[in-house]
């Protein structure tokens, strides 16, 4: 006995190590994340509340906000739909070119944003490949909605099954394999059976996924076309007022997508949490 706790006291790091680690952890936060979040609050407040307010809800940066949450409205769903889809298939099913599938999910994670949104003009800009049929059709893409839309998820789409991949192999099949024998159908067997045991880890893949669409510039930069009012989402707003010296509107509007950062890092840590005390119960049962 007097051997182990010998042992197991010359393996802990020193105390001055374990301290000298934490205060670089500490300085690192507080100068790269703290002193930021502060200054952003800061320079929003600065000419008081009302002036804030009246930064938030002035035309342009109301339609930037409304454009923002349409967006990921529409581009989260379909990258739950995929992430779940894409999950089942390569956990569940043996299949040439899984490996390729794997890696083209992790494509945008390899990817400049910037050169995905590129890549969106010359496939359906005025000069792309499919410009001149979508003119003759009166069809916009670029410099419009459906583009933010759709540069949007492609950026986004890899969070959702990057989550629920390794999950679901942790997880295995035989639940499912004894709800089928037992005369489940498929439906029958996704929803009572796969969803629960999935459903926070899918719960913190959108939310990742969702945090993403809100805060992307770089894709959504190259496609809009910066079009005021029309085409601004809530970062190129904050670009244009900053642009414009107009520090406290946009440091205004910078604090709204600050704030739901921090209410997007709380969810994911309950989330998180919910995740680490669900797991001994799934493996008990």
């Known amino acids: 006995m007097t051997n182990l706790r010998k042992s197991s006291s010359a393996l802990r790091d020193p105390r001055w190590l374990r301290w000298g680690l934490l205060t670089v952890a500490l300085v690192f936060v507080g100068l790269f994340l703290v002193l930021p979040l502060l200054a952003v609050f800061g320079y929003a407040f600065e000419k008081g509340l009302a002036v804030y307010l009246a930064s938030l809800v002035d035309e342009d940066a109301r339609a930037a906000i409304e454009l923002t949450l349409l967006v990921a409205a529409i581009a989260v769903p379909v990258n739950t739909v995929f992430g779940v889809a894409a999950a089942w ?3 569940r099913f043996a299949f040439r070119g899984k490996n390729l599938l794997l890696s083209l999910i992790d494509l945008p994670f390899a990817v400049s944003p910037v050169i995905a949104g590129l890549v969106y003009v010359l496939l359906f800009g005025a000069q792309g490949w499919l410009g001149p049929w979508l003119a003759a059709h009166d069809i916009r893409i670029i410099f419009a909605v459906p583009g933010i839309v759709l540069a949007t998820t492609f950026v986004t789409f890899p969070f959702v099954a990057r989550e629920l991949i390794p999950l679901m192999q942790a997880q295995g099949s035989e639940q499912e394999q004894a709800a089928l024998t037992l005369g489940a159908g498929g439906w029958s067997m996704f929803w009572r059976v796969v969803l629960p045991k999935i459903g926070w880890g899918l719960a913190y893949g959108v939310i990742l996924c969702n945090a993403r669409a809100i805060g992307e510039f770089g894709a959504v930069s190259v ?23 107009n ?17 997007t890092l709380a969810l994911k840590q309950i989330i998180g949490w919910r995740m680490r005390h669900a797991m001994p119960e799934q493996d008990v049962a």
Do not use: K
Request: hydrophobic share 55%; no cysteine; net charge negative.
């Open 89 to 91: 298939l390569v956990t």
């Open 223 to 245: 496609v809009s076309g910066h079009i005021r009012g029309l085409t601004d989402t809530m970062p190129l707003h904050v670009e244009i007022l900053y642009n414009e010296y």
């Open 247 to 263: 520090r406290t509107a946009a440091f205004a509007v910078a604090s709204l997508l600050a704030l739901l950062a921090l209410a």
